[in-house]
Every structure is written in C-alpha cells, then in structure tokens.
C-alpha cells in the first residue's frame, strides 16, 4: 500500500514558485518468501542396507516440521522528493523501518537422536534507515552538460529475536 502527496500542486507551495516538484511518500507492505524447500516440512525416510545385523532397513534421513511456514517481511517507508531551480537540483529522502520475521533457520538438537538440527521458524531481524540522495546540474548547455551525484545511507541492523534468547548464531551447529 502507497500513498503521496504531490505538495507542488498545492497552492500554498505553488505561490513560492520555488520548488518544481515536491511529493511526500508513504508506503507500508508485506510480503513472504518461499524458501522453505519442497519437502521441509516432512519428515523424510531413506532406504539403507547393513544397518543392523547386515539387513537392509528404512531409517529416518531427515526430521520433519509440520509447523514450517514463510518468511514474513514488513516495511514502512517514508519519503520525500524534490526538484527546484528548474529542475536543477533534484533529489529524495527516505526513511524506512524493514522487521524479517519467522526466519528459517536450522536450529542445533542433541545429536543422539542421529540429528544435529531441525529447521524451525525461529528469528526476527531489524533493518532502519534513512537514505539521501541529490542530484545537481552543475553545468547545462546545448554543446556541454555537467552532472553530480551524491549519496549517503545509514541503516542499523539488529537482531531482535532468536531461539532460547541467545543474541548470535552459534559457530558450530552441532551439540554434542
């Protein structure tokens, strides 16, 4: 969902003949992401021979998690655009607020069970930032044109929830 505002239309700004254009943004969405594999959510069995007395056998090969489901990621944005002296200087600024929920993640089990992991809806991450950019026509003839670009972005990341409150993921994922 978005919505703007184009504030050079407005009367109020448009007496000033200062600004060509100048457009309040807000967006909000979700969205997910497929990544959890055809059969993740299913607890998978193999067919394997000498496992016991030399017989052949059917033995679990991978864990199941009936409880599997997407990765869900919401983002609020707030913008603004701009141009004045005839289009001259132009630019925008963007603030935005991103969570990545539900993430899929191979969470370490005891690896008595034959298993070292099980992949679980686990975390949520952070992302906020604001974005600037500016555009300048330094220069503009019919036989030359001079252009600057500039732009800068700040973002903090954080890691805002993970499985039995640790704050990292574990370098080794088998507990043995």
Do not use: C, M
């Not at 100048?22 to 496992?51: C, E, H, K, M, P």
């Not at 925008?92 to 679980?120: A, E, H």
């Amino acid at each position: 969902f978005s919505v703007g505002w184009n504030l050079s239309k407005e009367s109020f700004i448009n007496k000033k003949n200062f600004f060509n254009n100048l457009v309040l943004r807000a967006s909000w969405g979700r969205t997910g992401n497929d990544q959890i594999g055809n059969f993740d959510s299913r607890g998978l069995y193999g067919g394997a021979s000498r496992i016991y007395n030399n017989g052949s056998a059917i033995t679990p090969s991978q864990l199941g998690n009936p409880d599997l489901r997407w990765e869900t990621r919401e983002e609020v944005n707030l913008g603004l655009d701009f141009a004045f002296f005839k289009n001259r200087i132009n630019g925008s600024i963007d603030v935005y607020d991103r969570r990545n929920k539900d993430l899929l993640l191979g969470r370490p089990i005891y690896s008595i069970n034959g298993f070292t992991s099980v992949t679980q809806n686990l975390g949520e991450v952070q992302n906020k930032g604001i974005e600037f950019a500016l555009n300048v026509d330094v220069v503009k003839t019919t036989n030359f044109r001079w252009q600057s670009r500039f732009n800068i972005a700040y973002v903090h990341n954080e890691l805002k929830r993970l499985y039995d409150t640790i704050k990292i993921l574990p370098a080794n994922n088998s507990l043995q």
